[in-house]
């Protein structure tokens, strides 16, 4: 259970799978923080967020990208992460925590975008999969 | 009639370097791929024409569905595709634009030789290395509050004239003269007010950098001369985008769409094509604040263009306007405009193809230009008066080991691709498999030792990513853009200093 960086011409995508649909939020998220550092420090505070969707491909997009502009404006590279997944009446919620590694700390590149290309979020017999495309 | 076959797709030869895929289905145009048949290789090797294909189901979307020489797979709408939609009755769509709204280049001469830099190229690449920000979180040019924002999305470069960032002269050489009046900082959302404050004036990182380059060969001295560019000159590109503003005003533009016009997204092949019906609310507010977003990128690359010129100045200790620092155009390469062209018409007048029509009408058309350059011959409107009789000039990026090109719209423009041309050598390897070929300390080495090339980067990374290997050759690409006549070549560049993030 984890993530994989998958090749794509331009961009990055990752593979990921987990136990859970937290896991494998978590899990994607992990590959967007490879995809940015190779080596992120083990610095850093954590923080918490939760997002709501109309469904699960949404939240997982909108999950993604808050952790993409978390990034922008508290000028940190999210780490470690941590989700539960629920659903609640008509919406999926995601609550999420990321350790926020300082900037000066880490040799990191920019991803600018999370995409719905090719997305895929699954259910298998051990649990969740899923693959996203960022753009790089 | 020769044909090429790619998993499930047939190519037609139409003629030399033009190449079709028939209408069928629920394909509402046939799509066209400008390419030799050695590029047609690396096109045709991964969803490049997939992507194609599904841009034809746009609504709207008229004549062709087109791919430039340098097209290669990007997400939902490929890279180097043009699509052109009616804006009456089409749509325009984000997807189309991409999330880097008006990432672009611009081209800045000097009155230096290579000569006079020659002895300087250490100092200048880490003095620009320390002056420009780029990389994660390397902060912008200017710190903006609220205000300055909203200045900026709403008046692009004539804010950068009134801070002091730029000159009359800057705004007489960008495309629309750095500014779009149809936009509405009040369509971009808070989320890409935030992102976008503290990267004003910043490189950003992935293919995005700066480079100071020597003009090498000239291929048209007449437009040559037009654009102040002559052999051994000393000149400046500039290659980044509108950062995570932008990025986030195509996210929350895609968000609404498909919460709000499910209906025509579902009818779309690729979520990521996702378009908002012409005349429609939504489609008013995006293209509102696509246009604010293109004018914070054209602000984004002058005040990258300013430290530049603050840099040369303290290198060769004189002032920039001595070295004649003369922005010699900027031009956008993710972009919708509504423009007007000429096409055919059946006697319903709905736009054909030229075969099938019985006159020909002049459109107000949405054009997609998403990893396309506009690339308008003398005789546009829009161009300005110093372009107006020689056609724009469209600069063309090669990697940080290769040549770049400027070349100047060309007269098939037009009627081949809406007026546009490619917009670099496009990208041939993954940028996880590069990393796997390349070191960056390594081909840092090599670039200086072989090719006296200095290259300083953030990330080691990014120039493993970004070596010389992983794209196509841009000199092939340049080729069938000067044959087909849709931007002739007028001048080759060769990188001296390279940054990037």
């Known amino acids: 259970m984890g993530f994989t960086l998958r090749d794509h011409t331009a961009d990055v995508a990752v593979e990921a799978d987990g136990e859970s649909l937290g896991a494998v939020f978590a899990a994607v998220a992990d590959g967007l923080t490879a995809a940015m550092c190779d080596d992120p420090a083990e610095t850093g505070d954590r923080f918490s967020f939760a997002v709501r969707a109309e469904g699960r491909e949404a939240l997982l997009f909108d999950y993604l990208d808050q952790l993409i502009y978390e990034r922008d404006v508290r000028g940190v590279l999210p780490a470690a992460h941590e989700a539960t997944v629920r659903r609640a009446g008509d919406e999926w919620v995601v609550e999420a925590s990321a350790r926020g590694v300082p900037f000066a700390d880490v040799d990191a590149r920019d991803v600018k975008a999370v995409t719905y290309s090719e997305m895929r979020l699954a259910e298998t017999d051990a649990g969740w999969e899923a693959y996203v495309v960022f753009d790089v | 009639m020769e044909t090429r076959e790619f998993g499930d797709i047939e190519l037609r030869r139409v003629r030399e370097h033009v190449w079709e895929i028939p209408q069928e289905g629920e394909m509402n145009a046939p799509a066209r791929v400008l390419a030799s048949e050695a590029l047609l290789d690396h096109i045709g090797d991964d969803k490049t024409l997939e992507q194609l294909r599904n841009a034809t189901h746009l609504p709207g979307i008229t004549k062709h569905a087109i791919c430039m020489p340098d097209g290669h797979q990007g997400y939902g709408f490929p890279v180097g595709g043009v699509g052109a939609t009616d ?67 709403a008046r692009g470069m004539q804010w950068a004239v009134d801070a002091g960032y730029a000159t009359d002269d800057d705004l007489a050489h960008c495309e629309d003269e750095g500014f779009r009046d149809d936009a509405r900082p009040e369509f971009v959302s808070q989320k890409a007010k935030d992102r976008g404050r503290n990267q004003i004036g910043s490189l950003g990182s992935g293919n995005h950098f700066l480079e100071v380059q020597r003009v090498t060969d000239i291929y048209r001295e007449d437009v040559a001369e037009s654009f102040g560019l002559e052999a051994d000159q000393i000149v400046v590109l500039i290659h980044c985008g509108s950062r995570g503003l932008g990025h986030q005003t195509c996210t929350d533009y895609l968000r609404r769409i498909e919460k709000e016009h499910k209906d025509l997204l579902d009818g779309l092949p690729d979520k990521e094509l996702a378009a908002a019906p012409a005349g429609s609310e939504l489609a008013e507010e995006y293209y509102g604040a696509m246009c604010a977003a293109i004018n914070f990128a054209w602000v984004n690359r002058q005040l990258i263009m300013h430290r530049t010129r603050e840099v040369f100045a303290d290198v060769f200790d004189r002032d920039w306007r001595d070295m004649e620092m003369r922005l010699l155009y900027d031009v956008a390469h993710n972009i919708a405009k509504k423009e007007v062209h000429e096409v055919g018409v059946d006697p319903e007048g709905r736009p054909v193809r030229d075969g099938d029509a019985v006159e020909r009408e002049e459109r107000e058309l949405y054009v997609h230009r998403k990893g396309a350059t506009r690339a308008f011959p003398a005789g546009r409107p829009e161009l300005p008066p110093a372009y107006a009789d020689v056609g724009q000039p469209v600069i063309i990026p090669g990697s940080m080991g290769a040549g770049s090109y400027v070349l100047r719209g060309g007269d098939q423009s037009l009627d081949l691709t809406f007026g546009s041309t490619a917009h670099g050598a496009g990208r041939l390897m993954s940028r996880t498999k590069a990393k796997q070929e390349y070191w960056g300390e390594t081909v840092q080495d090599e670039l200086r030792e072989q090719e006296k090339i200095y290259v300083k980067a953030q990330s080691g990374a990014t120039v493993a990513e970004e070596a010389p290997g992983v794209y196509k050759d841009v000199d092939e690409v340049v080729r069938v853009s000067d044959e087909l006549g849709i931007g002739d070549k007028v001048a080759r560049t060769f990188p001296v200093c390279n940054i990037k993030g």
């Open chain 2, 87 to 153: 804006t009456t009755d089409g749509c325009i769509s984000p997807g189309a634009v991409g999330y880097d709204i008006n990432c672009g280049v611009r081209m800045m001469t000097t009155n230096l030789t290579y000569e006079d830099l020659q002895g300087h190229e250490e100092e200048l690449v880490d003095a620009l290395f320390e002056a420009v920000p780029s990389g994660l979180g390397g902060g912008g040019v200017v710190k903006g509050d609220a205000e300055t924002i909203e200045d900026i999305l």
